[in-house]
């Protein structure tokens, strides 16, 4: 199945939820999910008055939703999850933490671009270095110490631009350093789970892959 190109609020309405696909927008503008809070399609009302869902379902939408706020394909995702597994600790801590050191997170996380789409977008169009070197594989896992920057050419993209300048933005996270004036910043250490601002319960995606 294909990224998904359709209106990213149909995406938050299905999760029952904002997951701010749209970045700053998510913001500034009134939500679908604020006018509309069911999921989308004709029988949508009737699943918003339904009582309680099955173990499944509800470990199903926590994976759903995960994957649709990193804008992951499932196999992708299921080998991200697969390759935590392998390591020690917890597995679900493991997932989230490769999540967050993904390369188009962690330009997000820098607030060189407004949603982890467009960092994506900057990553592949090779706007982007890291260690001196121009990275275009959005996937690619940063480590503590590495320097991400945005190249010398795109350093007054709008894009990234716009993106500084928000008064949306959100603060940067605890792991990371930046030089926002120069474009550059840097992981200062491995981020662990109490540092990563996302409300999901990674233990039902660990016990719906595990079944």
């Not at 999921?39 to 926590?62: F, I, M, N, T």
């Not at 597995?91 to 607030?111: A, K, P, Y």
Request: glycine share 8%.
């Amino acid at each position: 199945m294909g990224r998904h190109t359709g209106a990213v609020c149909r995406l938050c309405r299905r999760e029952g939820q904002k997951l701010f696909l749209k970045g700053q927008k998510c913001y500034t503008e009134k939500c679908g999910i604020e006018r509309r809070a069911y999921p989308p399609g004709q029988h949508g009302p009737a699943h918003a008055r339904r009582r309680k869902q099955s173990d499944y379902a509800v470990q199903l939408r926590e994976k759903q939703k995960v994957k649709r706020i990193y804008g992951l394909h499932e196999k992708q995702f299921r080998t991200l999850f697969e390759r935590a597994n392998a390591r020690d600790g917890i597995t679900g801590e493991n997932m989230l933490i490769s999540l967050e050191v993904r390369l188009d997170n962690v330009i997000f996380r820098m607030g060189f671009a407004p949603s982890r789409s467009s960092a994506r977008q900057l990553v592949r169009h090779r706007h982007v270095e890291v260690n001196g070197r121009i990275v275009d594989v959005p996937s690619f896992q940063v480590g503590p110490g590495d320097e991400v920057a945005i190249k010398s050419k795109s350093k007054d993209l709008a894009t990234v631009q716009g993106s500084l300048e928000a008064r949306t933005r959100p603060s940067l996270v605890e792991w990371l350093a930046l030089d926002e004036k120069n474009r550059v910043g840097r992981m200062t250490r491995q981020p662990t789970r109490q540092d990563i601002p996302l409300a999901v319960q990674e233990q039902l995606i660990v016990e719906l892959y595990s079944k």
